[in-house]
T-cell receptor
């Protein structure tokens, strides 16, 4: 079982470049999330989605965009990369029913902006 | 505004002893709490949870205690094993939210269990 798959695992960007972090889940989960983890700061929610076609901002959405055209995929777009976006990004998914709060995370994508 | 805080960045214990990881929260709307475990180069994985209607939940070697009046929860691991060495994140949410499980995470505590 693949679970939540993120690509790429590592990426180095130059300031001002753009890129998309891919996320796919094969568990038929309605809910999907993007978090970022900075050293000593825990995980912060960037965007989330409760189903195909529905997305909403989390705690730290500035500089990012998302789309959810299918249940399986939830890509995160970085426009005009900045050094402050250097972080480890985690995609996660969860069931709608029962809503236990348990998130299933991918392995993470480490992004460095130079 | 850090609504979920784990004040100890690291904890070191001997194999076989008890590990106690602590977490404090400030938002009184939180009514569901979870602990996640993270190994290096992996995503966090769910460990155990507790609803605000309970004050204790056990799962094998792991027990979570909730003190609502103090807005404090703790994770006890007994006995601790070297394989438990990982970063532990405390997380909280408001179950009344219908829009998914938006968790607020603490900063994490690095647990090291020495053989």
């Amino acid at each position: 079982n693949a679970g939540v798959t993120q690509t790429p695992k590592f990426r180095i960007l130059k300031i001002g470049q753009s890129m998309t972090l891919q996320c796919a889940q094969d568990m038929n989960h309605n809910y999907m999330y993007w978090y970022r983890q900075d050293p000593g700061m825990g995980l912060k929610l960037i965007y989330y989605s409760v189903g195909a076609g529905i997305t909403d901002k989390g705690e730290v959405p500035n500089g990012y965009n998302v789309s959810r055209s299918t249940t399986e995929d939830f890509p995160l777009r970085l426009e005009l990369a900045a050094p402050s976006q250097t972080s480890v990004y985690f995609c996660a998914s969860s069931r709608q029913v029962p809503n236990t709060g348990e998130l299933f995370f991918g392995e993470g994508s480490r992004l460095t902006v130079l | 505004d850090q609504q979920v805080k784990q004040n100890s960045p690291s904890l070191s214990v001997q194999e076989g002893r008890i590990s106690i990881l602590n977490c404090d929260y400030t938002n009184s709307m939180f009514d569901y709490f979870l602990w996640y475990k993270k190994y290096p180069a992996e995503g966090p994985t769910f460990l155990i949870s507790i609803s605000s209607i309970k004050d204790k939940n056990e799962d094998g070697r792991f027990t979570v205690f909730l003190n609502k009046s103090a807005k404090h929860l703790s994770l006890h691991i007994v006995p601790s094993q070297p394989g438990d060495s990982a970063v532990y994140f405390c997380a909280a949410s408001s179950r009344w939210e219908t829009s998914g499980s938006r968790l607020t995470f603490g900063e994490g505590t690095q647990l090291t269990v020495n053989p």
